[in-house]
């Protein structure tokens, strides 16, 4: 299939490779922590990170997507253009994140005395955390525009190289933190004097490859020639991160922090699925967009098609690990908590959503690709308007299971409606073949053959490892089969 073996992907395999390990350093490094910080806090403690660091994916506000796109397009222009639009974007974040030091101590009082249920800490204890929480979001906000500005100049190997290293440094100085015995607020103290110096080297790097000087500006004519686009990219990214957060924020609310931490454990390891995915849409987003000018709609139906089998094939194993072995896993990493029963059930649920997914970031890169950026806008504000009142439902009937219960109801729901509105223009795209061939079959055969391995082995003595190894090679055999069908299935199209 001449389409996916050209060129142009083979010159991503580079960058793809960049971002998976820094992507993938970054989550090992969480994973590392986590345990540590429950040890050291308790999940109480942990619920509070983990609650503090979902209120910093909050904070960008569908920004980082909108200055990713700016950049890029003023880098093929002008120097002046590149460098009043890195002057304009990085003055708002910096202006915005002062807002949000200046405000840390009315926001920590606010939630330590009224939004959080915390018992294992006195309120004036939780206040200092949370502000000291807000004082390191304070200096981390702005370099997520700084990241976003080196994704769009394309220098992804030296905006990754400096994500692992500070990392690295992070990682470092929260663990000899804690092991010095000191308290959670002083973790807070040691990221927020580590952030500060990230955000130098971020600036100083930015500046000096873009030879526009270190001058702080803002330009009313940037900022307006792109609102157009910013403000349904806005409005989609706000729905979007309200979303991925809701379930996390209404448990601190209406259950307790504790239970936010007890869920973050299985979210943690959630987090690994869109370390696979985002790199397939970040590859096939602009070859669509490309293929959309030239309306070749046939090629666009070839690439959607393999890169949903594709992905599957890729997402759906790690899943079924993490459903049959998830919670062995976390129980090895964890040797010293209570709730590994909550946490089995909890992760089984958000894997399970997480799976169904992750193929509707496909469907956002055709609609995206189609100029349909209405489709996501409206979908994501809807999905909000509908999954606040089942989030609360299902909390208040099953606790803290019921978080998981309303975001696998909530994807499930999501995944079979979207697609219609999405390809349902296109005339050679089949909804049922999407649907049924390239996602549900994969699943369907996935949980048969890791059902079956694990029934037929079940007196064998086997360690997790050596047996995700055995099923991961099983079903490595089906995805070989599987994918070889499809260039067979193609040749014979087209042969005829």
């Known amino acids: 299939m001449r389409i996916v073996k050209d060129n142009y992907k083979r010159d991503l ?79 708002t974040y910096l202006v915005l994140a002062l807002l949000l030091l200046i405000s840390a101590n009315y926001l920590s009082e606010n939630l330590a005395y009224f939004w959080l249920k915390i018992d294992g800490y006195q309120p004036d204890m939780v206040e200092n955390i949370i502000f000291w ?24 190997h030296k905006n990754n190289l400096i ?18 015995g000191f308290g959670l607020a002083d973790v807070f103290i040691a990221l927020f004097f580590i952030g500060c110096i990230e955000l130098i080297i971020y600036y100083i790097a930015l500046h000096q490859g873009t030879y ?3 001058k702080i500006g803002w330009h009313r004519s940037v900022f307006l020639d792109n609102f157009s ?24 609310i209406l259950v307790s922090v504790e239970a936010v931490g007890i869920y973050g454990v299985a979210h943690t390891f959630v987090q690994g699925i869109p370390l696979i995915v985002m790199p397939v849409f970040n590859a096939i987003y602009p070859r669509l967009t490309k293929l959309f000018t030239l309306k070749k709609y046939d090629e666009i139906k070839d690439i959607l098609f393999w890169a949903t089998r594709g992905l599957m094939l890729l997402v759906v194993p790690v899943c ?21 029963e909550e946490i089995d ?45 089942a989030m609360y439902i299902c909390i208040n009937e099953f606790g803290l299971y019921g978080a998981g219960v309303a975001w696998l109801l909530f994807n499930i729901a999501y995944f079979a409606i979207v697609p219609v509105f999405v390809m349902g223009e296109f005339e050679n795209m089949s909804y049922f073949r999407w649907v049924f061939i390239e996602n549900l079959f994969v699943i369907i055969v996935a949980f048969l053959l890791f ?7 079940n007196d064998v003595e086997l360690n997790v490892i050596h047996l995700s190894i055995l099923q991961l090679v099983v079903f490595g055999m089906f995805g070989f089969y599987w994918m070889n069908q499809y260039r067979n299935d193609v040749i014979h199209r087209d042969d005829k």
């Open 229 to 252: 686009f910013a403000w349904r990219q806005w409005i989609a990214s706000i729905a979007a991160i309200l979303l991925k957060q809701l379930d996390r924020f209404m448990l601190g």
């Open 13 to 91: 395999v580079g960058v793809l490779l960049s971002n998976y390990v820094s992507q993938v350093f970054s989550i090992v490094v969480q994973i590392v922590l986590m345990p540590l910080y429950i040890n050291y806090y308790g999940f109480e403690g942990f619920g509070l990170v983990t609650f503090l660091y979902a209120l910093l994916a909050s904070l960008d506000l569908g920004l980082g997507a909108v200055v990713n796109r700016v950049i890029a397009d003023a880098s093929c222009g002008t120097k002046t253009l590149l460098r009043k639009s890195i002057q304009t974007y990085e003055t």
């Open 163 to 180: 994500i692992i290293i500070t990392t690295t440094f992070r990682g470092i100085a929260a663990f000899a933190v804690m092991k010095a």
């Open 212 to 214: 526009i000087g270190y």
């Open 133 to 156: 929480g807000l004082m390191m979001l304070s200096v981390r906000w702005p370099l997520i525009c700084f990241q976003n500005m080196f994704r769009g100049l394309e220098k992804h």
């Open 345 to 389: 059930y909890i992760l089984k649920l958000l894997v399970m959503a997480a799976m169904i997914n992750a193929p509707m970031q496909l469907q956002l890169a055709l609609a995206l690709a189609s100029s349909r950026s209405y489709i996501p806008m409206y979908t994501n504000l809807i999905a909000v308007g509908l999954l606040v009142p």
């Open 320 to 340: 079924m690990i993490l459903i049959y072995s998830g919670s062995d896993i976390a129980a090895w990493l964890i040797s010293t908590f209570d709730h590994n």
């Open 451 to 457: 059902a079956g391995i694990n029934w037929i082995l």
